[in-house]
Nanobody, 115 residues
Framework: QVQLVESGGGLVQPGGSLRLSCAASGSIFSINAMGWYRQAPGKPRELVATITTDGSPNYADSLKGRFTISTDNAKPTVYLQMNSLKPEDTAVYYC?????????WGQGTQVTVSS
């Protein structure tokens, strides 16, 4: 079992920045990749970015250049730096960890971009 705890969400003005963190615990040796997804009201959950344990990132095409995913395998923790935020980035952001056999999710953290 892997447990994930997100932090760093909140209210930010358009054009601002936020940094999300997700700390993993439990069977962390089994994790192959971690990432972030988001779900806006009335919309399906969508990929934001993922990163493998060897540091290879993958981004949703629409978010490349504004969002950056990184990881500290020693902790282990995955980060999402979000810049130039737009109102359409408003969503609940979920941390994800993948093993060979399972997918784990955090509880989600709300990000609201509004003036």
């Amino acid at each position: 079992q892997v447990q994930l705890v997100e932090s760093g969400g909140g209210l930010v003005q358009p054009g601002g920045s936020l940094r999300l963190s997700c700390a993993a615990s439990g069977s962390i040796f089994s994790i192959n990749a971690m990432g972030w997804y988001r779900q806006a009201p009335g919309k399906p959950r969508e990929l934001v970015a993922t990163i493998t344990t060897d540091g290879s990132p993958n981004y949703a095409d629409s978010l490349k250049g504004r969002f950056t995913i990184s990881t500290d395998n020693a902790k282990p923790t995955v980060y999402l730096q979000m810049n130039s935020l737009k109102p359409e980035d408003t969503a609940v952001y979920y941390c994800n960890a993948d093993t060979v056999t399972d997918h784990y999710w955090g509880q989600g953290t709300q990000v609201t971009v509004s003036s």
